[in-house]
């Protein structure tokens, strides 16, 4: 069975800061690792994922994650923060035995941006 | 494209009155799923489906019923409405439900059953 847990379920960062986000799963075989951002009434959007081949993965809105299998970690960072940066963000991992799709998600972060 | 699309984005229910909620991707996707989202716990898969005619449960299906007639439409259907239904209910699409495939979400729906 696969999870995924994320360390903290509220972040405060000043603007211009980095932004940190905490991602460990567990999995039996090979995963891939997805980011999701939700910003306030809205639905989940994709940040970035991995599936094979380079670890370090660029995303959209300057994010970017880097698989480490040894660490169990697919763990989301921003080098300078932006008050738009102000959003929920859900990590998930998929790639169970049955191969198909089916997606596991922690429990979220929110992110709070300060001026 | 629309992408995925669903109606109605507010609803209070009174305890025990029944409603469908209605989901529709013009991505062309085969695999659709229904999820919830209640504070602090992430989200909940409800049920899925992986081509029209054919759905399955998820983690937790109990009091919902889904339907696929069409590749395009995912309704979830709730019968005898209680409190603990009260969430938000996302559904989402992906094209073929391989391990990597991207899900594609709608906006939701928020339910208030009281």
């Known amino acids: 069975a696969q999870s995924v847990t994320q360390l903290g379920s509220h972040v405060s960062v000043s603007e211009g800061a980095l932004v940190l986000l905490r991602c460990n799963y567990s999995?039996?075989?090979?995963?891939?690792l997805f980011w999701y951002v939700q910003y306030p009434n809205q639905g989940l959007q994709l940040l970035l994922k991995?599936?094979?081949?380079?670890?370090l993965v660029k995303g959209i809105n300057g994010f970017e994650a880097e698989f480490k299998k040894s660490e169990t970690s697919f763990h989301l960072t921003k080098p300078s923060a932006h008050m738009s940066d102000a959003a929920e963000y859900f990590c998930?991992?998929?790639?169970?035995?049955?191969?198909?799709?089916?997606?596991?998600f922690g429990a979220g972060t929110q992110v709070v941006v300060t001026p | 494209n629309a992408g995925v699309t669903q109606t109605p984005k507010f609803r209070i229910l009174k305890i025990g009155q029944s409603m469908t909620l209605q989901c529709t991707q013009d991505?062309?996707?085969?695999?659709m799923y229904w999820y919830r989202q209640d504070p602090g716990m992430g989200l909940k898969l409800i049920y899925y489906?992986?081509?029209?005619?054919?759905?399955d449960k998820g983690e937790v299906p109990n009091g919902y019923n889904v339907s696929r007639s069409t590749t395009e439409d995912f309704p979830l259907r709730l019968e005898l409405a209680a409190p603990s239904q009260t969430s938000v209910y996302f559904c989402?699409?992906?094209?073929?439900?391989?391990?990597?495939?991207?899900?594609?979400f709608g906006p939701g729906t928020r339910l208030t059953v009281t």
């Open positions: 989402a699409s992906s094209y073929l439900g391989r391990g990597g495939d991207e899900q594609y």
């Open positions: 999995s039996s075989v090979p995963p891939y």
């Open positions: 991995y599936t094979t081949g380079a670890t």
């Open positions: 998930a991992v998929s790639g169970g035995s049955d191969s198909w799709g089916k997606f596991q």
């Open positions: 991505m062309n996707h085969n695999y």
């Open positions: 489906s992986v081509g029209a005619g054919i759905t």
